[in-house]
């Protein structure tokens, strides 16, 4: 059986659920701040509410593009 490996442990692929592969949780500047200071993100509170959001609508995964194994 295929297994994907977590940070914290190794679960089944249907379990994973909606999966976000580019994400920000800390955002203090940038092209989307400038525009609109709705996308600035600079609290550990307001992450914590964001992900809590992510979770709800069905996410069981954000994946670190700037991990390096080797």
Known sequence: MKKIQTLLEAIKPEDLGITDVHNHLIRTGGPQVAKDKDFLLDSVEKA??????????????????????S
């Open 48 to 69: 914590c509410q964001e992900l809590n959001s992510y979770f709800q609508a069905g996410s069981r995964a954000i994946v670190n593009s700037r991990y390096d194994a």
